[in-house]
């Protein structure tokens, strides 16, 4: 007796280990629609405005994420990221998937014809949640506040000489020079607050409650830090008939599979930044993955500006780029959710262009070019790489360049040591764990950033002047032929080596429409606006 | 006994200046700018370099490191712990609004702990040799060796996601809801107290069958008092001082324990603060954190090390 009680007290606790300890094998994808290549298929219905049903009304919506939330409240805070204060905050303008600009609060604007002279229309009648008027003093507030707060976003405005204001819906932005990414700040990121609000002092803990009041569609309700944000139907919204849900609550949690585990027990509606093989199992389990229409390449950046570096050799940079099989390994890595890159742009992008070098996987030429170049034995080097990045990736690098012989020892830097070395340098090939931003502002904001200049990497003749110019171009047109010339300059002589193309993936269920997660090529983007659940 | 509890104090005190010296230095050889972590790739977040050079001012990281330290500790005997780099707001507020989070978790991790460990392990003894005893010590070396992690999300699998009986994550403070705060703590604690449970029973059991085997036990027995007597007054009590020992240790390992079960559970406590510090070389936070640790450990050392003298009248310290 006693014998049988141990054993069946042995089997039951064993269960849960290989419960546990099972996994299932990856199958194709079982998503409903998705993007087939990138920026070329059909969106989720529902999930951008794509002849969706009519929208209801009632309802919470929640939603998870792992991006933390250690502060909340108006980027005076110095709150960093828009995710969590969207329901409560509006910009001035928004932009499109091809980076255009379009109205929001700003109805509309008309920019000098040398640039340096933007003046943007306000919409009129909208009031803020304490039931300030929004208005052109409402917006210089804010401007001056970030600015002599010194908070991240301050340096949308260090272009800017002066502001006026000639009516109460007329603002004046008058720049040193012409700089498009003023406007794609404006869009992309810079949120307007009551000055009634941002003028009362706060302490770190009430920001939220004091702060976080806006022209948004939802008003602040509470918040606990790292946990959650929540926020009701703000009733006087100067969308009528909008909002159409009764709350959203934002929630974060730092692990991926408890977020997932939360959607599967119906806690929340939503998941982001799913790692490629959840979201098999998911899409395998039913439900239903969606595919935002914003991409980021990841990419490897070589030490060329080193004289010693077998780098500095463009045939061994070419070798670096014939040595990687992109196809399988977005195939095998991104299980169906990445694609092969070899051009800092996506199908549909205004900067893609066709007749660049496209360095197919070719380890006999990349042999070849290495021995042509000296190397015939190939050579060590080091990837200096991050914690963020995914550790297949780095392994499927590290293999290839193995098989041409390119021994390529391992360096993993926490994101303080990687950033350092963004600006300090580094030997041999840098491979950010944060892929580009496949936007204007993401690949501009990487060749001609001020303060994570990349030095190891070699510039081309006139590279300041050239990244410079390109934000510089009044017409949308010539600033895309400007970003076009970059690029190509970059691929030909190899200086980047795109690789692979990422999306962020995310879990939706069956009730929620149209989120409009990254939407208008900003990552942080979402419409609680727009948003609804179908009820049964 | 008092100049022994000042004699004590004055080593701690000295134990907690050389853990700040050490960790202050080595964070800040360390390569990274923490500073670099306000920058977005994103370029809405990018900071020129003035601006840059502004707030290396502000946070002090433009000063020699002996000259930082001295600040630093010039600030916490003023009660100023520093601001945060990361989350841009005053540490002691950091502090405060974290702290009680973990402390909570601790002392009902710490209780559940203390009262089962023991509890099984005195079982184990008494009824040596038999199923309950080999049961037990089975699920205490189980105990030892599951990690807690990997428990944690079994836990969520199956009381949040199949059951539907407790929440996946979070936090509610006892204070706001007592029900909620209950059922939100019951996965996270058990998770928190199941190795000083399983280590607590062993240790315990140990300690007793020592006991057992005593002169005075078996003329507690010869006397006639009854089995609870004997086992609560006489053994129990001359088997704690080791297992007293233990308990003082798993307050280290509570605290300890709490950075990955607060991960796991989303639980915003000092634990998941210090992880991210750590990744972020906040150094303020990871100074701070590191200070109230080794307080904690230093003074719950203290504490067991005067409950001897209860448990042990030959015990007396000069």
């Known amino acids: 007796m006693k014998k049988i009680l141990i054993i069946s007290l042995i089997l039951l606790i064993s269960i849960p280990l290989f419960i546990g300890c099972s996994s299932e094998s990856p199958t194709s994808p079982g998503i409903t629609s998705s993007f087939s290549t990138p920026g070329s298929a059909t969106p989720v219905s529902g999930q951008s405005g794509v002849s969706s049903p009519q929208p209801q009304y009632g309802g919470h919506m929640k939603w998870i994420h792992t991006g933390g939330m250690p502060i909340l409240g108006h980027a005076i805070d110095g709150v960093f990221g828009t995710r969590n204060t969207r329901p409560a905050l509006e910009g001035l303008l928004l932009s499109d998937e091809q980076d255009r600009i379009h109205p929001w609060l700003a109805e509309s604007w008309d920019v000098s014809p040398d640039g340096k002279v933007i003046t943007l229309h306000l919409r009129k009648g909208i009031k803020f949640h304490d039931g300030t008027d929004f208005n052109a003093q409402a917006v210089k507030y804010n401007v001056d506040q970030t600015v002599e707060k010194n908070v991240p976003g301050s340096a949308a405005f260090t272009n800017v000489k002066s502001i006026q204001i000639p009516d109460d819906y007329t603002i004046v932005f008058t720049l040193d020079k012409y700089d498009y990414a003023f406007l794609l700040r404006l869009a992309q990121g810079f949120l307007i607050g009551s000055p009634t609000a941002l003028s009362k002092p706060t302490t770190p803990e009430n920001t939220a409650k004091d702060h976080l009041v806006g022209t948004g569609p939802f008003k602040f309700d509470s918040w606990s830090v790292e946990q959650f944000a929540r926020f009701t139907k703000f009733s006087n919204y100067w969308q009528k008939g909008k909002p159409y849900v009764d709350s959203v609550e934002v929630r974060t949690t730092p692990d991926i599979t408890v977020a997932i585990m939360s959607f599967k027990a119906k806690e929340v509606n939503f998941v982001d930044v799913l790692d490629p093989s959840d979201a098999v199992a998911l899409a395998k389990e039913g439900y239903e993955i969606y595919l935002p229409p914003l991409f980021f390449v990841h990419v490897i950046i070589p030490d060329s500006a080193n004289p010693q570096s077998p780098f500095a050799d463009k045939r061994v940079r070419e070798a670096l780029e014939y040595a990687l099989n992109r196809e399988a390994m977005a195939q095998t890595i991104g299980k169906g959710y990445m694609f092969p890159a070899y051009q800092i742009a996506t199908k549909g992008d205004p900067w893609e262009q066709t007749g660049l070098p496209v360095r197919q996987y070719n380890p006999s030429k990349a042999k070849r070019l290495l021995a042509e170049a000296g190397y015939p034995n190939g050579f060590k080097t080091t990837i200096v790489s991050d914690v963020r990045i995914r550790r297949d990736q780095l392994v499927a690098v590290q293999t290839y360049l193995k098989e041409v012989g390119i021994d390529a020892s391992i360096d993993m830097a926490d994101v303080p040591r990687f950033n350092s070395l963004t600006q300090s340098g580094w030997s041999g090939l840098l491979m950010p764990g944060f892929p580009v931003g496949s936007t204007l502002m993401g690949i501009v904001g990487h060749f001609n950033d001020t303060v994570f200049t990349y030095p190891s990497r070699k510039q081309f003749e006139g590279y300041k002047d050239k990244w410079d110019a390109v934000f510089r171009q009044t017409d949308y047109e010539q600033m895309i032929t400007q970003l076009k010339a970059n690029l190509k300059i970059e691929i030909e002589e190899a200086l980047i080596t795109p690789y692979i193309y990422d999306q962020p993936r995310c879990v939706i269920d069956d009730k929620l429409q149209d989120m409009n997660w990254t939407k208008r090529h900003t990552f942080d983007y979402w419409s609680p606006a727009d948003l609804w659940l179908k009820q049964k | ?318």
Request: with cysteine.
């Open chain 2, 1 to 318: 006994m008092g100049s022994y509890i000042l004699r004590r104090l004055v080593q701690g005190l000295l134990i907690l200046l050389l853990a700040t010296i050490l960790v202050f230095f080595i964070m800040r050889l360390m390569p990274g700018d923490p500073l670099l972590l306000y920058m977005s790739t994103q370029d809405i977040g990018t900071l020129t370099t003035e601006q840059m050079e502004a707030l290396r001012h502000q946070y002090g990281l433009d000063k020699t490191l002996p000259e930082q330290y001295i600040s630093w500790l010039g600030g916490v005997l003023r009660g100023d712990l520093g601001k945060s780099i990361y989350y841009r707001m005053e540490v002691i507020s950091l502090v405060k609004q974290r702290m009680p989070i973990t402390i909570n978790l601790g002392i009902e991790a710490f209780i559940l702990s203390s009262l089962l460990g023991i509890f099984f392990g005195v079982i184990c003894a008494v009824r040596r040799a038999t199923w309950i005893d080999t049961v037990f010590t089975i699920l205490a070396n189980l105990g030892i060796t599951v990690p807690t992690f990997w428990v944690g999300i079994l836990l969520i699998y199956f009381f949040s996601l199949k059951l539907g009986l407790l929440p996946t994550t979070g936090y509610v403070s006892p204070i706001k809801d007592f029900g909620a705060s209950i059922r939100h703590s019951i996965m996270p604690v058990f998770c928190l107290s199941l190795f000083s449970i399983a280590a607590l029973t062993r240790q315990t059991r140990s300690s007793m069958l020592e006991i057992v085997s005593q002169d005075y036990i078996r003329t507690a027995w010869a006397k006639g008092l009854s089995e609870k007597i004997i086992i609560i007054r006489h053994q129990l009590k001359n088997a704690l001082i080791p297992v007293i020992t233990m308990l003082g240790m798993q307050v280290a390992m509570i605290f300890g324990g709490s950075v990955i079960i607060e991960t796991v559970f989303n639980i915003p406590g000092m634990g998941r603060l210090l992880t991210t510090s750590v990744f972020q070389h906040d150094f303020p936070v990871i100074q701070a954190g590191t200070l109230i640790m080794a307080s904690v450990i230093v003074l719950s050392n203290l504490l067991v090390d005067i409950s001897y003298g209860w448990f042990d009248p030959r015990i007396r310290y000069g």
